[in-house]
């Protein structure tokens, strides 16, 4: 498998094949986001789009990642994540390589404990618990 990046021209395209890689991610946002704001913020290129393709171009596993900066780093920050995409560290090393080459110094992401975890063998630590409270 390859990790590609989807330029937002592509989005609508490839939406049958990555919805459901997207939707169990939503699911896990305690309404956050929708499956049709994460579209649209994809296709606006506000959200950039990763994904795991295997030797026949079927699409294993996608991630969403959302830049920003802060004074001391440009963060990519996992908003979705779903199917196979971090399944080894071969697949890990060349998302790193392609979020470096997007400027990015460091990767976030708000996770269950599950994937605490999964990401902790790929050197992740944990920096924080996220509560909110609406008001």
């Known amino acids: 498998m390859v990790v590609q990046e989807i330029s937002p021209n592509y989005i609508n ?15 896990q946002s305690h309404g956050e ?3 049709d ?4 913020y994809l296709v606006q290129g506000l959200w950039s ?4 393709v295997d030797s026949e171009n079927k699409i294993c596993g996608v991630m969403a990642v959302h830049y920003f900066n802060r004074t001391d780093n440009r963060v990519a920050f996992i908003t979705n994540i779903g199917g196979k995409l971090l399944t ?13 080459n997007n400027g990015a110094t460091c990767i976030e992401g708000a ?8 990401w902790a063998r790929m050197g992740a630590v944990k920096k924080s618990n996220l509560i909110q409270i609406k008001l």
């Open 13 to 27: 395209a490839v939406w049958p094949q990555i919805e459901d890689f997207l939707k169990d991610s939503v699911a």
């Open 33 to 35: 986001f929708s499956i």
């Open 37 to 40: 704001e994460t579209k649209t």
């Open 49 to 52: 789009l990763y994904a795991a």
């Open 88 to 100: 080894t560290p071969e697949l890990f090393s060349q998302l790193v390589d392609i979020l470096k």
């Open 111 to 118: 996770v269950r404990d599950s994937l605490v975890r999964l």
